[in-house]
């Protein structure tokens, strides 16, 4: 295949599109015989992911990367920012933290340099494996006051001489002001980069905006290449926790209603999204007292500040209720931060998530945690109970927990490390992310339950048909030979 130009997607400002829309062409590119990859500079998440080298990168580049077909690497995200608080942040570089950070030393100090060059020799390392590479912005492209810094957008736009299309939600209202503003306050080389427009999340009839079409290529000088529809039929794994408090939030006669607790700092809620579309389940994120005890499954998710969240779940009522839940027949699981909030204690005895040194934790489970200054993150392979059926998952987490009762493991790993701990079919917890993937666990956790539905759900062939519905939407939408033409100018 002829060799094309780095394509990047960037914002008039966050939750346009962005990595759904990059998500998108990245199948497209792969369907049409081309070797892509993904790309964002740096990204701010609590989603993470593990490499299968066992480094770490945001979410929504992984699920980039399985949309091209390819194993995800810390290339195609090198640096990571994971926000401990409302005002720090941990720095994940290449993978691996080097450290916290304020949110204003990091995007106010002088080390912004230092970091291009770094994002700068991964894409180009990226760029000598792939064809293309799909860029990723941040954000909005116009925060002036931030511009200078900036090291995800245009200045890396210019970097790469990108092609580079700003998208713009319609459905948030004042599309026109956003998409002017957005290319005005660019400099000349900046607006030059933009090569076209693309407009996402119309309701209706598309032909109806033909005259909106016209109206913002008149403005800018810029051709839309593209409406997208706004479509609710269509799954892909989201990065940002926004959106998890306006999902169902109660349960629901006729399914296995699962409860996720709702925390301050969950992480990784990806975990979960299997059970969303699983026919036999209802889940539901809630912190509502009487909806934990609804449920048939509770479920306590990651966290990056563990410490913290469980003060939260004692203060708020919702650790007791989860205690009930227990108590009362229910099936409570932890995963992560989750399964360390199930233990005896918590201790923190070098202040690395913060002042409180050691907690109790529900007292589910006879387990002990320490939290680290090392972390772990690796992919793995495992053994669920006591089920032949190899499974797949990864760890991340800053924390070892011991058993205070041997001969109880919930997994055994490939590496014959045993991990997790089960107290009976109702109550268990591991450290393994993805570990509900797995039909063989899912099918597990769901037994024992009527449902309308007894059909057994395959994520990942769902998953793969997401994708492919996504590309045909966009296809279906975009002047996919501009877009091409854009792609292939020298």
Known sequence: MRKLKPVMFVGTGSDVGKSIVNTGFCRILKQDGYNPAPYK????????????????????QAVQAEACGIDCHTDMNPILLKPTNDKSSQVVLN????????AYDYFMGNNKSALFEEAKSAFHRLEKRFNPIVLEGAGSISELNLKSRDITNMKMAMETDSVT?????????????????????????????????????????IKLFEEGKKIIEDLTGKPVIGVLPYFR???????????????????????????????????????????????????????????IE??????????????????????????KSIINARKNGKKVIGICGGYQMMGSIISDPKGI????????????????????????????????KNYTDICEGYEIHMGQSKSLVQ???????????REGYILDDNCWGSYIHGILDNPIVINDLLSGFEAISDDEFNYKKFKEEQYDKLADVIRESVDMKLFYQHLSQE
């Open 407 to 417: 001969g109880n493991s919930l997994n055994r790993l490939s590496n014959g490390k």
């Open 233 to 291: 039929d269509i799954h892909i794994e989201e990065e940002d926790s926004v959106s998890l408090e306006k999902k169902f939030n109660n349960a629901q006669e006729g399914k296995i209603n699962c409860a996720v607790i709702l925390l301050p700092r969950m992480a990784n809620f990806t975990d979960f999204s299997v059970l969303e579309h699983d026919p036999r389940v209802h889940l539901y994120y809630t912190n509502n007292i009487q909806e």
């Open 294 to 319: 609804n449920a048939d499954i509770v479920i306590i998710p990651g966290s990056k500040n563990t410490i913290s969240d469980l003060q939260e779940l004692k203060n708020n009522g919702v650790a």
């Open 95 to 102: 993978g691996k933290p080097v450290g916290t950070q304020s």
């Open 41 to 60: 500079a740096q990204n701010m998440s609590l989603n993470s992911y593990a490499t299968p080298e066992g480094f770490e990168i945001g979410r929504a």
């Open 353 to 384: 998530e913060g002042n409180i040194k050691q907690i109790s934790g529900l007292g589910l489970l006879p387990i002990e945690t320490v939290i680290t200054e090392e972390k772990l993150t690796e992919q793995c392979e495992f053994v669920f």
């Open 165 to 205: 299309y700003l998208i713009a939600d319609i459905d948030k209202g004042g599309v026109f002001a956003s998409v002017y503003g957005s290319i005005a306050l660019l400099d000349e080389n900046e607006r030059n980069q933009i090569k076209g427009i693309l407009i996402n999340k119309f309701r209706g009839d």
